[in-house]
């Protein structure tokens, strides 16, 4: 069982920057595949970066591209989403989310690749 706690999410102005965090446990997490997530009101949940531990290959939605980065620290347990040039349509619930087979091709966009969860941060950016 693995389990997500999110945090660094807030209210920010656009154009700003935040930083989410992702601590996980398990003795294995460098060999999980992470991904984050968001779900804005009245929308369904979207892909916004996948990470994979074999290679480090990372993958972006195109409306983050450039933006937010993607970062890991095995050491720590702890998986970073850095967001830059916020926009007011980047407000949402922000989850990460883990898959903890090593062996895993599944791909990275879809939210069925992923068996854990995070329980959500919100962003809030206002204009």
């Known amino acids: 069982q693995v389990q997500l706690v999110e945090s660094g999410g807030g209210l920010v102005q656009a154009g700003g920057s935040l930083r989410l965090s992702c601590a996980a446990s398990?003795?294995?997490?460098?060999?999980?595949?992470m991904g984050w997530f968001r779900q804005a009101p009245g929308r369904e949940r979207e892909f916004v970066v996948g990470?994979?531990?074999?290679?480090?290959?990372?993958y972006y939605a195109d409306s983050v591209k450039g933006r937010f980065t993607i970062s890991r620290d095995n050491a720590k347990n702890t998986v970073y989403l850095q967001m830059n040039s916020l926009k007011l349509e980047d407000t949402a619930i922000y989850y990460c989310a883990a898959d903890d087979n090593p062996l895993s091709t599944r791909t990275l966009k879809y939210s069925t690749t992923y068996d854990y969860w995070g329980q959500g941060t919100q962003v809030t950016v206002s204009s």
């Open positions: 398990g003795r294995t997490f460098s060999t999980y595949n």
């Open positions: 990470n994979r531990w074999t290679g480090g290959s990372t």
